[in-house]
């Protein structure tokens, strides 16, 4: 989603913000692409689990699981949100991710039941949730899959959110965005 925004910018005087895309990879494997990189960390916005969806619900929360406490192992005071799997839309041309109609339904049913748990599991954690399910709707490339130019810019209109969030940690706590 996030591959063409790849790169560092500043959000306000007080925002950092490093986008790292990893094109394919999968929750099991995020970890080790970033773990160098998080000891200096205030905030990690996780948006991974897409290439996942196929196995059951559970076996992606426990992937998020480790991942969230391989991360904070190397981090124990970084902030931790995790972006909702999004709903794939009806490929309108023939691709590698194009789904039947039965297969398309059994993905967006396996991602909104994801969802519904890791929203609970980062409630209980006091970790952000950043739900753009509805908003991205509509917003997705002709393949189904990918996001738009506007579909991309989605998570950084949060941004500001999930930074007022974490400055002020009870605000966290839950932080459904």
């Given at each position: 989603?996030?591959?063409?925004?790849?790169?560092?910018?500043?959000?306000?005087?007080?925002?950092?913000?490093?986008?790292?895309?990893?094109?394919?990879?999968?929750?099991?494997?995020?970890?080790?692409?970033?773990?160098?990189?998080?000891?200096?960390?205030?905030?990690?916005?996780?948006?991974?689990?897409?290439?996942?969806?196929?196995?059951?619900?559970?076996?992606?929360?426990?992937?998020?699981?480790?991942?969230?406490?391989?991360?904070?192992?190397?981090?124990?005071?970084?902030?931790?949100?995790?972006?909702?799997?999004?709903?794939?839309?009806?490929?309108?041309?023939?691709?590698?991710?194009?789904?039947?109609?039965?297969?398309?339904?059994?993905?967006?049913?396996?991602?909104?039941?994801?969802?519904?748990?890791?929203?609970?599991?980062?409630?209980?954690?006091?970790?952000?949730?950043?739900?753009?399910?509805?908003?991205?709707?509509?917003?997705?490339?002709?393949?189904?899959?990918?996001?738009?130019?506007?579909?991309?810019?989605?998570?950084?209109?949060?941004?500001?959110?999930?930074?007022?969030?974490?400055?002020?940690?009870?605000?966290?706590?839950p932080c459904a965005i």
């Amino acid at each position: 989603m996030l591959k063409d925004l790849a790169g560092s910018f500043t959000l306000s005087s007080r925002t950092h913000v490093e986008v790292r895309s990893f094109s394919g990879v999968r929750i099991e494997k995020l970890f080790s692409l970033i773990a160098h990189s998080l000891a200096d960390v205030h905030v990690v916005v996780l948006h991974v689990g897409t290439n996942n969806v196929g196995e059951e619900p559970l076996v992606l929360i426990a992937r998020f699981r480790s991942l969230i406490s391989r991360i904070l192992d190397v981090n124990p005071s970084i902030r931790v949100v995790v972006s909702a799997i999004l709903p794939r839309q009806a490929s309108l041309r023939k691709c590698q991710w194009a789904l039947s109609v039965g297969e398309l339904e059994a993905f967006n049913t396996d991602a909104g039941e994801t969802n519904a748990i890791l929203q609970a599991l980062c409630h209980k954690n006091g970790y952000g949730f950043l739900n753009g399910t509805r908003e991205l709707m509509g917003m997705l490339k002709a393949d189904g899959v990918h996001s738009t130019n506007h579909g991309s810019q989605h998570p950084f209109e949060k941004l500001e959110l999930i930074a007022e969030a974490t400055n002020h940690p009870k605000n966290l706590v839950p932080c459904a965005i």
